[in-house]
T-cell receptor, first 113, second 117 residues
């Protein structure tokens, strides 16, 4: 079945540091890929998405590129801020069907001033 | 508010009791999903409703779990004879019908934290 593996946290960085959170997936067919973010005390929010190979999703300075050859969708940001502290979830869904999401376990990011 | 709402936000119950969790989707959203997140794990899909079609229950972990939805409105998730392993955050999400590009964003509620003692 489909699955998502992402790096364990917490990831602790200083403000303005470069961020990478690794995500790899196993899926049949051509899934869509997502990063969701959960800020403290808030619900899950879609951060960015990519629906086909080589697509780059981007939002709020975050980027992730759909790499079919390495089955990866790593999240990157060039300069993190304290306000980026949150839990980040990588997820995939089938492009057909009803698009249930399959999530990774989440990675907590802590950014200190 | 216009977002997905869930109630209660927290529920503590004793082992063996039944619990009912409620989800109010965004108005006009035809699709509704239930997920759960156990401590230290990712979100697990439980059940999916799309309009008046038969729900997809493939993610329900046992026959103690059931869910209902009337039309395109409120959904309730019921857990009978709760067990300690049912302790988790239960999340509801809704989306509009699949668009021409084959993608519709799921909007999540804040979740219900269930603790079974």
């Amino acid at each position: 079945g489909n699955s998502v593996t992402q790096m364990e946290g917490p990831v602790t960085l200083s403000e303005e540091a470069f961020l990478t959170i690794n995500c790899t997936y196993t899926a049949t067919g051509y899934p869509s890929l997502f990063w969701y973010v959960q800020y403290p005390g808030e619900g899950l929010q879609l951060l960015l998405k990519a629906t086909k190979a080589d697509d780059k999703g981007s939002n709020k300075g975050f980027e992730a590129t759909y790499r079919k050859e390495t089955t990866s969708f790593h999240l990157e940001k060039g300069s993190v801020q304290v306000s980026d502290s949150a839990v980040y979830f990588c997820a995939l869904s089938d492009r057909g069907g009803f698009q249930k999401l399959v999530f990774g376990t989440g990675t907590r990011l802590l950014v200190s001033p | 508010g216009a977002g997905v709402s869930q109630s209660p936000s927290n529920k503590v119950t004793e082992k063996g009791k039944d619990v009912e969790l409620r989800c109010d989707p965004i108005s006009g959203h035809t699709a509704l999903y239930w997920y759960r997140q156990r401590l230290g794990q990712g979100l697990e899909f439980l059940i999916y409703f799309q309009g008046n079609s038969a729900p997809d229950k493939s993610g329900l972990p046992s026959d103690r779990f059931s869910a209902e939805r009337t039309g395109e409105s409120v959904s309730t998730l019921t857990i009978q004879r709760t067990q300690q392993e049912d302790s988790a955050v239960y999340l509801c999400a809704s989306s509009i019908r699949r668009d021409l590009a084959g993608f519709n964003e799921q909007f999540f509620g804040p979740g219900t934290r269930l603790t079974v003692l």
